[in-house]
């Protein structure tokens, strides 16, 4: 699998788990998508999508799954 295809896989992945909880209010949104991330997300995973928004993918991301990122990223 290509890195592109990779990275647009993680962001479609990231964007289901934050589309899911957007119900939710916002600051819980983001800390739940960020919870689910840290729990089931392998390692690498978690890399691949950081390495995506450092990279200037952060636009490709639901508002609530770019929260997440910067909760996880301040960890």
């Known amino acids: 699998m290509s890195h592109t295809n990779h990275a647009k ?3 479609r992945m990231a964007n289901q788990i934050a589309v899911h909880f957007a119900t939710y209010p916002h600051e819980e949104a983001v800390t739940e ?6 729990k ?3 390692p690498r995973m978690r890399a691949g999508l ?8 952060e636009t490709d991301l639901h508002e ?4 997440a990122v910067g909760v996880l990223q301040a960890r």
């Open 50 to 57: 950081f390495a995506h928004v450092q990279a200037g993918g």
């Open 64 to 67: 609530v799954a770019r929260g």
């Open 40 to 42: 089931f997300w392998d």
């Open 9 to 11: 896989d993680l962001v």
């Open 33 to 38: 998508t960020a919870t689910h991330i840290r």
